[in-house]
């Protein structure tokens, strides 16, 4: 059994690369249609997308070493309460255990980071 409390999670995408991969197919696939939406209200979606898709991918990490659940993209959400907003994680499933996350998200020049803490509540 895993004692684990709290977990991070980081991912860092390189957006000239991420360009190429955001596909209709990837969209649908990857994000839900609230995130969609958020990043298509900017001129540069680009970079809403790859910053949601870094966020995505640091909650999966900090999760998955607390949970061994499958989680799909669809499933972890990443909604903010007004633009440029603070970060919030939504779960669309009903995990055997509960997590509170802590999400911040960063760009700077070519480069999306994010980064979440994970707490097994």
């Known amino acids: 059994m895993n004692s684990q409390k709290f977990a ?3 991912d860092l ?3 000239p ?3 190429q991969s955001l596909t209709p197919l990837f969209q649908n696939k990857v994000y839900t249609a609230a995130e969609i939406a958020y ?3 900017f001129e540069d979606s680009l970079l ?3 910053s949601t898709w870094a966020a995505k991918e ?5 999760i ?3 949970d061994r659940a499958t989680l799909s993209w669809k499933k972890i959400e990443i ?3 007004k633009i440029g907003g603070r970060p919030h994680v939504i779960f669309h499933h009903n995990p055997a255990n509960p997590f509170q996350v802590s999400l911040t998200l960063s760009h700077d020049g070519d480069y999306a980071w994010a980064i979440a803490i994970a707490e097994l509540i």
Do not use: H, P, S
């Open 13 to 15: 995408v390189f957006i």
């Open 8 to 10: 991070v999670g980081n």
């Open 48 to 50: 809403r997308y790859a």
């Open 79 to 81: 909604t903010r309460e």
């Open 58 to 62: 640091a909650v999966y990490k900090a």
């Open 17 to 19: 690369d991420f360009k």
């Open 64 to 66: 998955k070493q607390l």
């Open 39 to 41: 990043c298509d209200r």
